[in-house]
């Protein structure tokens, strides 16, 4: 088996700190142990894992999760290690593990946001796309018709509860404050068609 640890945080830290030690046996133990796992870190091959892993899994979606679990199982294996399987749990939003529920597996290919009145250039209208920044769009965002919706912006500047469920938001789009937090269900009682989040910082999370 080809021994190769990519992580080795508190040994290697304790290399790089330039602490000395008395020349004891005990000391030169040690020495020998941080200097034998020194030489079996890759920390660019661990940047090369961190990133082909990312490459799927920032798409936060079920299909991309499988491909990276299956580049996780192929690397394993290349490793050396042996009996590697990928295993398969329901994702059905109600099968339970204890008092763990597996989330309801879920996928989008396609989504954007944009300005449709006033009228602006294309550069401008646009202010979320799935395939090109795909945090674009909250994991679980219901699906809309073919042709899109279109819908009028609200811009909640109150986050209180007891504040959106007096407010009449169906149909409607909320461009919610940034310290928004916990709202899905308070607009969803309210009626509201979906929240845009974090616009006033130029982020473009929307759902």
Excluded: H
Excluded at 45 to 70: L, N, Q
Excluded at 186 to 207: E, H, T, W, Y
């Amino acid at each position: 088996m080809n021994r190769k640890l990519i992580c080795a945080g508190l040994f290697v830290g304790l290399a790089a700190s330039g602490l000395t030690f008395a020349a004891s046996p005990q000391s030169l133990d040690l020495q020998m142990l941080i200097q034998a796992i020194r030489s079996e870190v890759y920390p660019e091959e661990a940047m090369d894992y961190m990133r082909r892993v990312y490459v799927t899994d920032r798409w936060s979606t079920f299909p991309k999760y499988a491909e990276t679990a299956e580049y996780l199982k192929i690397a394993m294996t290349r490793m050396g290690l042996q009996q590697v399987e990928m295993l398969a749990a329901p994702a059905d939003g109600t099968t339970q593990f204890g008092y763990w529920t597996e989330p309801l597996a879920w996928d989008a290919k396609e989504a954007r946001l944009e300005i449709v009145d006033p009228a602006l250039p294309q550069a401008e209208r646009t202010l979320a796309d799935l395939q090109k920044i795909p945090c674009s769009l909250c994991m679980w965002s219901g699906s809309t018709p073919p042709e899109g919706v279109t819908a009028e912006i609200v811009d909640l500047k109150d986050a209180n509860p007891e504040t959106i469920a007096k407010l009449d938001l169906r149909g409607k789009l909320v461009l919610t404050p940034d310290n928004a937090a916990n709202l899905k269900w308070p607009l969803v009682k309210a009626g509201a068609l979906g929240a845009s989040l974090g616009f006033r910082r130029g982020s473009m999370d929307s759902q």
